[in-house]
């Protein structure tokens, strides 16, 4: 589905409407020239009925500035220490930067307000270094950004904190954005970086559940960035918190939020923090889907072609995986003559390979059979019996372990699959 496909974006209205969804943007987001498409996929949230706190970083114009002015700042993301001189540069910039974004808003037709919501107190002592005006987030004015999120108004929320007697401090965006998702009780926590991406084997996950998040950062923290660690511990800790989901996605991506929101397959990596996936027994109403989940994998020959009155004629064999009521993987039991069934249509969508979800629906499907009362469960396979074997215990056979009709249509194909079986104890 492309983002712009309004009739594919309209399926996602009834679970999104009202809905509050907190969007952290990196500085380098804001710098690029495509800064101007995210405030059009803005408006489509707004237009939506979906309720948006923007909150940004500074540290490009930080850098950039600093350079101007031939200071060396002490850190520019609000996690080490920041001197007088660098917090003056650090206001210097977010004010800019929530100026340009009023501007941007503006342009879109939406109406923002850059917010002074954020109670802060110093970070101190840490590791015996003072931390100077480095800050740390003590509370959010959720009153205040609620009065603005009733009247339509988008709170801007710059990294900036301020303490009771009016001190300012430097505080990360990153922070910021959890305690104001926590605070708010969002729906959604989005990063959008300027860039990066969650690297595993090679290919970026497209969801991790809490606790595969936590276990990655305790293993392969020291392969991320500064960038993506920080957003991979924040988002699981959001999602400990109370926020339903976190996503981590490349900003400098074309529609790349609308990508993720509105696709089964999205663009970046969701953390979730509950059982979020369901496999149920396919409808009438989900052949359509079907047929688009598997079009690509058919036109390579991977999976035997089926015309859409085939699928519904059968619907009743196949079933269906979905992520947030998303399909986004299917498997079919069909059954045979004498206590024998074929599985078949096993598919999964690239953006969800690797997650385990064709081992889910492989013993879904054994377990469907055991429930027919079958006693060997078949799958024919021109391209993935490698898979079947290794990951679900498939053993390679014979055409005569076919019964007479299966038989019959498999020698008529010509696609001279490899033959797989699995008895069913």
């Known amino acids: ?249 490349n900003g400098l991506e074309d529609d790349a939020l609308l990508e993720e929101l509105f696709s089964s397959e999205g663009v970046g990596t969701m953390i979730y923090a509950d059982e979020y996936t369901e496999i149920r027994k396919a409808l009438k109403k989900d052949v359509r889907s079907i047929m688009r989940l598997i079009g690509n994998s058919v036109a390579s020959e991977e999976l035997v072609r089926r015309t859409r009155g085939e699928v519904a004629a059968a619907i009743g064999d196949y079933s269906v995986f979905e992520i947030d009521g998303n399909m986004v993987g299917c498997v079919a039991v069909h059954g045979l003559e004498g206590k024998t069934a074929e599985m078949g249509c096993l598919f999964v969508a690239s953006g969800h390979e690797n997650a385990g979800i064709g081992r889910k629906l492989m013993l879904y499907a054994e377990n469907r059979a055991k429930e027919m009362g079958m006693k060997r469960l078949l799958a024919l396979s021109t391209q993935a019996f490698n898979y079947l074997q290794s990951k679900g215990g498939f053993n390679e056979g014979t055409v005569e372990m076919l019964p007479t009709a299966r038989k019959a249509s498999y020698e008529a194909s010509g696609r001279n699959s490899k033959i797989l079986y699995k008895d069913l104890t």
Request: with cysteine; glycine share 8%.
């Open 1 to 249: 589905m492309k983002a712009s496909d309004l009739r594919g974006i309209l399926t996602y209205i009834p679970s999104f409407r009202d809905k509050l969804f907190v969007l952290s943007v990196d500085s380098a987001v804001l710098e690029d020239e495509r800064a101007a498409s995210l405030f059009l996929d803005i408006s489509v949230l707004r237009s939506l009925n979906i309720r948006v706190v923007l909150v940004h970083g500074a540290s490009a114009r930080i850098k950039k500035m600093a350079a101007e002015m031939k200071l060396k700042p002490t850190n520019l993301d609000g996690l080490g220490v920041t001197d007088e001189a660098t917090l003056k540069v650090s206001e210097r910039a977010a004010n800019s930067y929530s100026h340009d974004i009023l501007q941007s808003l503006a342009d879109a037709d939406l109406r923002g307000a850059v917010t002074n919501a954020i109670i802060a107190h110093p970070a101190g002592i840490l590791g015996g270094v003072d931390q100077q005006w480095t800050g740390r987030v003590e509370r959010v004015d959720t009153r205040f950004l609620e009065a603005l999120l009733e009247n339509g108004i988008i709170p801007v929320i710059p990294p900036m904190g301020v303490d009771g007697d009016g001190r300012t401090y430097r505080v990360n965006s990153d922070g910021v954005a959890l305690e104001v998702a926590e605070a708010l009780k969002a729906e959604k926590l989005i990063f959008l970086t300027g860039g990066g991406e969650l690297p595993m084997n090679g290919k970026k996950p497209a969801q991790l559940s809490v606790e595969e998040a936590a276990e990655w950062l305790k293993k392969k923290k020291t392969d991320l960035s500064g960038e993506m660690a920080s957003k991979l511990e924040h988002g699981l800790r959001a999602c400990r918190e109370g926020v339903s989901r976190a996503h981590i996605l």
